[in-house]
């Protein structure tokens, strides 16, 4: 994401936990004739990263034209069965973080009349039985920023959800479990992920779902009962 936003011209605003690799990213950023970036170090399951980001970036003197929420994580497993402090760390990451920077810098986007670019999943249109809080987050994404993008369209903002299928990154061993047969056939790279996205926002479309593959799961879904989609996906994380 932050390789292509800077790619088109943007001046990009890096927050992740490891600063390490935020000064890395930037230095290549940079090295690519790219506009210098602004690094914070940030654990976004804190309840006051917001706080700090936004005071990051008061003291570089910058205003806000684009949000876009990627972070996010998920765990494999029965909900039950996990450790409740790491799930309830999915809510914070996944809807508390992206819905306070999604709202926080308001009166820059309005004022710019920028966008908002949330990440979402194929999983917000499924139940997901073996990654539960996770499927039931990326649904509020989906849900609140499909609303936002009719609240703010009056004020010329764009927001867009970006609902890729399974993706090649670190998610996966996080999650702890192996890419399998979907992960084959869904596969799209995070490039052209972050391209489709991109795209997407500047076009000011509701949802983006990359590759035809994704594109499609929508669709289908309608065609079957909620019940058998819910004992599909059961079964199938089964045999991860």
Do not use: W
Not at 129 to 148: N, Q
Not at 184 to 193: E, F, I, R
Not at 219 to 224: C, E, I, N, Q, V
């Amino acid at each position: 994401m932050a390789r292509i936003f800077a790619s088109n011209g943007h001046r990009v605003a890096l927050v992740a936990r490891r600063a390490d690799r935020l000064t890395r990213l930037a230095g290549e950023i940079t090295a690519s004739g790219g506009a210098a970036p602004i690094t914070i170090p940030c654990d976004l399951e804190q309840p006051d990263a917001g706080d700090k980001i936004a005071a990051a970036l008061a003291a570089a003197g910058v205003e806000v034209e684009i949000v876009v929420n990627n972070a996010g994580y998920g765990l494999f497993g029965n909900a039950i069965e996990m450790n409740r402090p790491e799930q309830l760390g999915i809510i914070a990451v996944n809807i508390r973080a992206m819905t306070d920077l999604s709202l926080r810098f308001s009166d820059h986007l309005i004022r710019h009349r920028g966008g908002i670019l949330n990440v979402g999943s194929i999983a917000a249109f499924l139940p997901g039985p073996g990654m539960a809080v996770y499927y039931a987050s990326k649904a509020y994404v989906l849900s609140f920023t499909e609303a936002l993008h009719r609240e703010l369209a009056p004020h010329g903002v764009r927001v867009t959800a970006l609902c890729p299928g399974p993706v090649p990154s670190e998610f996966q061993a996080r999650a702890g479990f192996k890419p399998g047969f979907d992960s084959t056939l869904l596969n799209v790279s995070a490039s052209d992920v972050a391209k489709a996205g991109y795209r997407g926002l500047m076009a000011n479309k509701r949802i983006v779902l990359p590759g035809l593959g994704i594109k499609i799961m929508p669709f289908l879904l309608r065609l079957f009962p909620r019940g058998f989609i819910l004992a599909a996906v059961g079964f199938f994380q089964k045999k991860r």
